[in-house]
């Protein structure tokens, strides 16, 4: 370039220092982001609770539902099998029983060939029954027994 410049030595070059090395930050987010979907891994127990805690829930949920007469709710926490052995309407008065259901009581399930969970219900008329709770796409209410 000519012409008149505002220094005598004329224009600098931008970019003349020594390039920096940027691995340690690259590094640095990797690192980080492993770590944190590890401690995630070890935290959603923590927030989602266990399974006895989820068995408590849905059931609990599930007996509100048949007391209050929303059969769109129960059916929803029905299992597949439950869903395909019938109508919900016709499925559902197996689960029903006159006053307010209280979980007393979860132990581990017997199925073989899923994770389950055993809940003992009491009604207020001191009858007691066991649903079954398995994990399918979340906890579901999967049979009964009296």
């Known amino acids: 370039m000519s012409g008149p410049h505002l220094y005598d030595e004329g224009p600098e070059p931008l970019h003349t220092g020594t390039p920096k090395n940027g691995n340690r930050l690259i590094l640095g987010v990797f690192g980080g982001t492993a770590v944190l979907a590890v401690a995630m891994v070890f935290a959603l127990p ?8 989820q068995a408590r829930e849905v059931t609990g949920v599930f007996l509100a539902a048949l007391a209050a007469g929303d059969t769109e709710t129960a059916g929803d926490l029905l299992c597949q099998a439950e869903r395909d052995a019938g ?3 016709d499925v559902l008065p197996a689960y029903e029983h006159p006053g307010t259901g209280e979980v007393v009581g979860v132990e581990e399930g017997r199925l073989a060939d899923q994770e389950s969970r055993e809940v003992r219900v ?7 029954a066991t649903l079954t709770v398995v994990l399918e796409d979340g906890p579901r209410i999967c049979g009964t027994s009296d």
Not at 46 to 53: A, F, H, T
Not at 122 to 128: C, F, I, K, P, T
């Open 46 to 53: 923590l927030v989602k609770g266990g399974g006895d805690e």
């Open 87 to 89: 109508d919900v309407a």
């Open 122 to 128: 009491r009604w207020d008329d001191g009858a007691e």
